[in-house]
Each structure stands twice: as structure tokens, then as C-alpha cells.
């Protein structure tokens, strides 16, 4: 007991910590900021010495509901009471059947859809594409430059960005094609993509080899970048005249982040798979994917599953997820804190030549980073802001083809005050980072 206690007292402050870290976790796990945190309710955390920080990171989009909230922690831990993971291989029960049943609908509506759940986004990525192939029965896959569909080999693969996450992993899938992704700041406008995705089919694939077309209706780690309602509707008469299956990846923009339960729901359309993830499970790992009823039954029995795929106690956390955001009114939430943070962004936009964009939609929102006098992206000085930030109790992480991005993944629950303080916060960091206070 004397030497359990003398260890707990060792680890007493975040410096100690992070240097056991530097010993015993390899160096490819990024760590975004020096803070070792003990615990976390709402939209604020605790870092082991007690310091309270804002957290606009929300786990990288995982937690649209906050830190700990209340109806998931009753949710799982009667769950727990009950059976933790009998494993859907080995037999069902009724969290999963009743998770897959409530996403049917929000996603598919009237008409016949299925749920499949696995643990992670990038599973739900690589499964969808499985799915994708064995229903077309061909194989290519187009993504987009700037796209983020995991960490895995495939999932890589279909990443459109080279660092960090392609590196020396290699030899890659093959059958992966990429074209651009409209970005009116760098103009790169919808006709140009649909551009390059004609001269695709005309030089490197036919259509007709071509199983899936997959995108995020807004990229994340791409820079937060929305696909104009116009691209999609192109993209859905595309993939429909030529028998392409449409993926959405909803991993980061899905439950509310965007103001409504999905981001393809702002272009009205209605895509063949779905993925999801993240904020599903309120801070508990599960993915899945959604799809047309036929499409998802392509493949046969043993083909799909997973060890912990559907967790008896993620399906519950999600469960509780899905009625917080139903009853609670949090895609309302969601777009009146979008509203308020997109405005006072303009407002240190106006003040601050190094904001060289302010954009988003509901309460997913970003500032593009720029050299001021170049007008080119700014990776050091994002940096700089974000280290400031935190130094000042917000945390904050970086995305973009260039890293030069802020964005702001705060929950859903954070309060107006929350909200202001966490950018009088950030405007001091630009100040500070930009010299303009000392």
C-alpha cells in the first residue's frame, strides 16, 4: 500500500507525467498540448494539478455532449449491472438491435436501411468500402484531396493528405483515385473538381470499374471545408447515372456538429452508406455504418463483425446520446453557438490580418492562418496561437492541408459564458502570438 501510495504522489504534476510518457509511449502519438488531464464535466477539463481549462476539442469531435454527462454515465453503468459483452457474433441483445434501429430511421427514413457497428471510424470507412465492392462488384474508390478516413492502411490510403500520415507506410491498396475538393479560399471552385472527376474517368478509371464515390459533406482534419449543396446534388446525379455508391463520412460532422443530425442533410440529398462514429457514443468507442437494406446485405454471412464491434455498453452510452440530442434541443444549441462564434470570429478577423478566413457551419467553425504581407498559410504562427491558448486555460488543436488551420470542436452543452470566455481567451493568444501584447 506504501508503495502504491508513493507511486499516486509521484505522479503528481503534469511535467512528471509527460516524462513517463516520453519513456513508455512512442513518439508517432502526438500529443497536442504539455497537459495530462485527471477530469473532465461539460465542456471543461482538469489537468492533474488542478488547473480547469476549456476544452473546444471535445476528444477530436467525440464529445458533442460533453465531458461525463449525466444520462450517458446512468446509461452505461446500468448497462454494466447488467452484461458488458456477450459479443454480436456469439449472440445478440437489444442495445445493438435498438441502436441500428434508430439510426435506420434518422438516416434512411422510410425507406429500408441497416446498421453494422464496429469500433472505430476508420473500421466503419474500411467495412463501407468492403460493403461498396461486394455490392458493385468492382473496385475502385474515389476520394479527395484533403480527406480524412483514419489511420489505417486503407483508411490512409483514402486519406488525401501526404504528412504526417502517410510517411513510410507504404505500398498502399491500390484502386484508390483522388480528385480535388471545392475550396473557394484557395479557388478551387465545385466545377473544377467535377472537372477533374470527368478527366479521372476518361484517363485513369471508367465509371463503370468505379464502386464508390466517398466524402465528407464537410472535411475535418482537411481544414473544415464544406461541399456546396451544389457539388453533392452533382455528385448523387453522377454516381446514380453510372451505378456509383455514394458515401458520406459522417464520422466528424455527424450528431449535431454541423446544426443538424448529419451534414448531408444540408444538400437534401440522401447518400447509399453512411459512416459514423465519434460523438455517437458520448466518449465511448463505436462506429458504424448505415445503409440502403439491399447494399448492406451484399455480403455474406461472416463477412462483416468485429471482437468488440457494437459493445453492449457503447450501444447504451449511444442510446443516451441519440435522446440527449432529440430531447434536449441540441441541434438548436448547435446553431445558435455556430451563429454567436461565427460572428465574434469576424469580429478578431477584422481585427487580426493573420485570419485569412472565418468558416463553418453550426457550431463546427474555423479560422484559416495566414502570413499576413504573403497571404500564404502560416504553420508556425498557428502553432504559436494554440500554444498561447493553452497557456491561457483553452484547448485548441490545428487541421488543414498545411496545419494553418483552428478549428473549434467545443460540445454542444458549452454555455454563452463558456463561449465567451473561451474566445476573450483566444484573442488574447493572437495578440500575443501576432507581438501585439507583450
Known amino acids: 500500500m506504501q508503495n502504491l501510495m508513493a507511486e499516486q504522489q509521484t505522479f503528481s504534476d503534469n511535467a512528471l507525467f509527460l516524462n513517463a510518457r516520453e519513456e513508455n509511449v512512442p513518439r508517432g502519438v502526438v500529443t497536442a498540448h504539455p497537459v495530462v488531464i485527471a477530469k473532465g464535466k461539460g465542456s471543461e477539463v482538469w489537468d492533474v494539478e488542478g488547473n480547469r481549462?476549456?476544452?473546444f476539442v471535445g476528444g477530436i469531435g467525440v464529445l458533442n455532449v460533453g465531458h461525463s454527462h449525466p444520462a450517458v454515465i446512468n446509461a452505461v453503468t446500468q448497462q454494466l449491472q447488467q452484461i458488458s459483452h456477450p459479443c454480436f457474433q456469439v449472440a445478440?441483445?437489444?442495445?445493438?438491435?435498438?441502436?441500428?434501429k434508430r439510426l435506420n430511421k434518422l438516416i434512411g427514413g422510410d425507406e429500408a436501411f441497416k446498421s453494422v457497428f464496429f469500433t472505430s471510424g476508420a473500421e466503419a470507412v474500411e467495412n463501407a468500402v468492403k460493403i461498396a465492392r461486394a455490392y458493385t462488384s468492382r473496385p475502385g474508390?474515389?476520394?479527395?484531396?484533403?480527406?480524412?478516413h483514419g489511420r489505417t492502411l486503407l483508411g490512409v490510403t483514402l486519406t488525401g493528405m501526404s504528412q504526417p500520415y502517410k510517411q513510410n507506410f507504404g505500398p498502399f491498396p491500390g484502386d484508390i483515385y483522388r480528385v480535388p475538393f471545392p475550396n473557394a479560399f484557395h479557388d478551387i471552385s465545385p466545377e473544377d473538381c467535377l472537372a477533374a472527376l470527368d478527366n479521372l474517368f476518361a484517363v485513369q478509371i471508367l465509371p463503370e470499374r468505379v464502386a464508390a464515390i466517398i466524402i465528407e459533406p464537410v472535411q475535418g482534419d482537411g481544414g473544415f471545408l464544406q461541399a456546396p449543396a451544389s457539388f453533392m446534388h452533382a455528385l448523387r446525379e453522377i454516381t446514380e447515372r453510372h451505378g456509383i455508391l455514394l458515401i458520406c463520412d459522417e464520422v466528424?460532422?455527424?450528431?449535431?456538429?454541423?446544426?443538424?443530425?448529419?451534414?448531408?442533410?444540408?444538400?437534401?440529398?440522401?447518400?447509399?452508406?453512411?459512416?459514423?462514429?465519434?460523438?455517437?457514443?458520448?466518449?465511448l468507442p463505436i462506429s458504424g455504418v448505415?445503409?440502403?437494406a439491399e447494399i448492406m446485405d451484399a455480403p455474406a454471412p461472416g463477412g462483416l463483425g468485429g471482437t468488440y464491434g457494437g459493445n453492449a455498453l457503447a450501444c447504451a452510452a449511444s442510446l443516451a446520446v441519440l435522446d440527449l440530442l432529440e430531447n434536449d434541443n441540441l441541434l438548436a444549441r448547435s446553431n445558435i453557438l455556430g451563429a454567436q462564434l461565427n460572428a465574434r470570429l469576424q469580429q478578431l478577423a477584422d481585427k487580426y490580418a493573420c485570419i485569412g478566413e472565418v468558416r463553418g457551419i453550426g457550431f463546427m467553425q474555423a479560422v484559416e492562418i495566414i502570413d499576413f504581407e504573403s497571404k500564404?498559410?502560416?504553420?508556425?504562427?498557428?502553432?504559436?496561437?494554440?500554444?498561447?491558448?493553452c497557456q491561457e486555460g483553452l484547448l485548441l488543436i490545428k487541421c488543414g492541408l498545411h496545419r494553418n488551420t483552428v478549428r473549434f470542436l467545443a460540445p454542444l452543452v458549452t454555455s454563452d459564458s463558456q463561449l465567451e470566455e473561451a474566445l476573450h481567451i483566444f484573442d488574447i493568444a493572437l495578440a500575443r502570438a501576432t507581438g501585439r501584447l507583450g
Not at 92 to 100: D, F, M, R, S, T
Not at 253 to 282: C, N, Q, W, Y
Not at 376 to 389: E, F, H, N, V, Y
Open 92 to 100: 445478440a441483445y437489444p442495445g445493438y438491435i435498438e441502436l441500428a
Open 290 to 292: 448505415v445503409g440502403r
Open 376 to 389: 500564404k498559410p502560416d504553420a508556425a504562427l498557428t502553432q504559436k496561437i494554440l500554444d498561447s491558448a
Open 53 to 55: 481549462y476549456l476544452d
Open 252 to 283: 466528424q460532422t455527424g450528431f449535431g456538429r454541423t446544426g443538424k443530425m448529419f451534414g448531408f442533410e444540408h444538400s437534401a440529398i440522401t447518400p447509399d452508406l453512411v459512416t459514423v462514429a465519434k460523438s455517437l457514443g458520448g466518449g
Open 141 to 148: 474508390i474515389i476520394a479527395f484531396d484533403g480527406a480524412f
